[in-house]
């Protein structure tokens, strides 16, 4: 079993900060690219940012200088840094890891159960 666990979500009001996490657990052999994704209502999901083993990372174009990922591959977690928030980016957080489970050669997608984040005044 493999679960993804987030935390951080919550109200803010525009121009407002908060701090994503979401921790990897279970029978984890590797971890691989790790990231975050939204879907605000009515929308489709989309990408946030993603992050690789080595650290490279990815920006939808709407966070570019606002959010920033990041990741400690010691504990298997991956954070987002939302700054400077706008009320567009109300929506549920999803995180989103690619992990190959002990016993097993292939990898597999797994997500998180979604933390909401809520913009404004």
């Known amino acids: 079993q493999v679960q993804l666990v987030e935390s951080g979500g919550g109200l803010v009001q525009p121009g407002g900060s908060l701090r994503l996490s979401c921790a990897a657990s279970g029978s984890i052999i590797s971890v691989y690219g790790m990231g975050w994704y939204r879907q605000a209502a009515g929308n489709q999901r989309e990408l946030v940012a993603t992050?690789?083993?080595?650290?490279?990372?990815n920006y939808a174009d709407s966070v570019k200088g606002r959010f920033t990922i990041s990741r400690d591959n010691t504990k298997n977690t991956v954070y987002l840094q939302m700054n400077s928030l706008k009320p567009e980016d109300t929506a549920v957080y999803y995180c989103n890891a690619v992990i190959r489970r002990l016993g097993r050669t292939t990898i597999t997608d797994y997500w998180g159960q979604g933390t909401p984040v809520t913009v404004s005044s």
């Open positions: 992050i690789s083993t080595g650290g490279s990372t």
